[in-house]
């Protein structure tokens, strides 16, 4: 890229810290301090303003770079992603949000609390979040590294690494001075900057084919190489039964996981009722809805104009598939338009970066000092303490996810949130279901549901070809792969659940059917609740 590219995507990203920096700052002076003002923002926020920071939390560096790279290299398979990012809400719409919101305080383990005993419930949650929230940081840094590499050329490997070691930083520093209020302004911002960015995107390249998206379709599949082949299922997930057998394992992971994420979780308990809850998971559906509508036509625009061969040549994951197209769409590389364009969207992708793993270390701190911490110090933990704990925590997580980051920079970001999908899908969403919904459910079943879809998830990556076996893999000169599968999901989510049924009826503890009663009226009506 020229000097001009990389002078002005600085310096519009820099404008874009700064106004961030500044929320921050404003919001710090103004805070009072208390857990309920750390973690949940004071519990002030409108349906609209949380419907847009959920968007915002959700439309990460995954949907607006990896899927539509994923298209651009695989056609329709590459819209299993925007397919199932969109109806995993519906799960959440329908099971989860209102009564979250009527459980809980501030974290996932507080839902399930509620009824178990608090102790090892909320280890246990607590390790499963950061873990989940780890994983989802990790394919920001690496989207974060690959949008600076073709920044600089694609030839700066200390660029990519002060790139990640920076945009952990500043998720300290939002996370630190300013909380939930601060990261819920951020997320908003971004999420109008990013729809803005994508809007423009699509219609310029709907311009281009004036309006016949056929002829795009066409078009996308003639440079693609692979003709009709481009169009139908198969390119990525066609090659046999273990790949088919991916496919439904990502599939299941996509669609179930999004209600285990922690850090959408948390977003409900900004708003100060449940309907208002319920209300912004409508607002961010609308939102997340059009939004991955228009990636598909993103990621075919950058099959027919840039074509997947240019794409692969930058970025071999497809991560940089919509900063090239944006600068065709402008004009070329070249010229002021493709400069300019190509400078926005760059500045639009951090800033979707930096908003998006804000949200995270937000949410894993909450975790690491509300459920770990006060579990471990319970008679002495006071909420300032407990502050000041999840502060450290955010400072701890950034580095382990700057490490993690380094390390896995040449895979493509949407597989890697697939992977914290099917981890969030396999230990926290079959807990929260048995507790919302299970009068017998145990505090043994509890643990073991977390830890039965936790640590198999995780083995079976650890024993896939995405750590070793093959040339694309994180360590390609080992192999000691063993399991066939890209995405564990498939194994691992119904391991979760059957942890969680064995636990219970193995359990010499009775349920607490006082205690259940209690929880399903609060869940339904909201009654007590915080």
């Known amino acids: 890229m020229t000097g001009d590219h990389q002078t002005l995507a600085l310096l519009l990203f820099g404008v874009f810290v700064a106004v961030t920096l ?4 404003w919001v710090s002076r103004n805070r009072h301090g208390s857990a309920e003002e750390f973690y949940a923002g004071g519990r002030l926020f409108s349906p ?28 329709y398979d590459g819209l299993l992603y925007s397919v199932g990012f969109l109806v995993a809400w519906l799960v959440v719409l329908f099971l989860v949000a209102e009564l979250v919101r009527n459980c809980g305080r501030f974290t ?35 989207g974060a590294g690959s949008l600076v590499a073709l920044l600089l050329g694609g030839t700066s490997g200390a660029a990519q690494t002060w790139t990640v070691i920076g945009v952990g930083a500043l998720m300290v520093i939002y996370v630190s001075l300013g909380g939930m209020r601060a990261t819920t302004w951020i997320q908003i911002v971004k999420a109008v900057l990013l729809m803005g960015g994508t809007i423009a995107l699509t219609v310029l390249v709907l311009v281009r084919f004036h309006g016949d998206f056929d002829q795009l379709l066409r078009t996308a599949a003639d440079r693609s190489g692979h ?110 338009g493709g ?42 933990a006071k909420p300032r303490s407990e502050v000041a704990v999840a502060r450290v925590a955010a400072a701890g997580v950034g580095v382990v996810a700057i490490g993690l980051g380094l390390l896995a ?29 299970w009068r017998h459910f145990t505090t043994r079943g509890a643990v073991w549901s977390v830890y039965g879809g936790l640590v198999p998830s995780l083995a079976l990556v650890v024993l896939s070809p995405v750590v070793s076996g093959g040339p694309s893999s994180l360590f390609p000169g ?11 999901g498939l194994v691992s989510i119904p391991l979760g659940f059957l942890a969680g049924w064995l636990g219970t009826v193995t359990s010499r503890e009775p349920a607490d059917e006082a205690k259940h009663a209690e929880t399903e009226v609060r869940s339904l009506t909201g009654a007590g609740a915080a």
Do not use: C
């Not at 500044?22 to 700052?25: F, G, Q």
């Not at 609209?48 to 651009?72: K, P, Q, V």
């Not at 999908?421 to 048995?434: E, G």
């Open 227 to 336: 003709g009709s082949q481009f169009l139908a299922p198969g390119l990525k997930y066609g090659g046999g039964w273990t790949a088919r057998l991916d496919f439904i394992s990502l599939g299941l992971a996509l669609v179930l996981g999004t209600a285990g994420l922690p850090h959408i979780l948390s977003r409900f308990y900004t708003v100060p009722t449940a309907r208002a809850a319920r209300r912004s998971v409508v607002w961010s559906i609308g939102l997340i809805g059009s939004f991955y509508l228009m990636t598909i036509v993103l990621g075919f625009g950058a099959a027919a104009i840039v074509g997947p061969d240019a794409v692969r040549g930058s970025n071999a994951a497809g991560n940089t598939a919509v900063p090239l197209l944006a600068l065709d769409l402008g004009g070329g590389a070249d010229t002021t």
């Open 409 to 437: 920079r040449d895979l493509n970001v949407a597989f890697l949130v697939g992977l914290a999908f099917a981890v969030a899908a396999s230990a926290n969403l079959p807990v929260l279901l048995y507790s919302l919904f």
């Open 48 to 75: 609209m303003e949380n419907g847009f920071a959920i968007a915002g939390d959700y439309m990460s560096a995954a949907s607006f770079l990896g899927i539509s790279g994923l298209i651009a290299l695989f056609g």
């Open 108 to 142: 996932l383990a507080d839902v399930v609390a509620a009824r178990m005993k608090e102790r090892p419930v909320r280890i246990a949650a607590g390790t499963s979040s950061v873990t989940v929230s780890v994983l989802y940081l990790v394919a920001q840094m690496v």
């Open 339 to 380: 400069t300019v364009l190509f400078a926005v969207v760059a500045a639009i992708a951090f800033a979707t970066i930096l908003a998006v793993v804000a949200g995270i270390t937000l949410a894993s701190s909450a975790s690491v000092a509300h459920d770990l911490y006060a579990s471990l110090r319970r008679k002495h």
């Open 22 to 25: 500044a929320i921050t700052t």
């Open 478 to 488: 080992v192999d000691f792969q063993y399991f066939p599968l890209e995405n564990p």
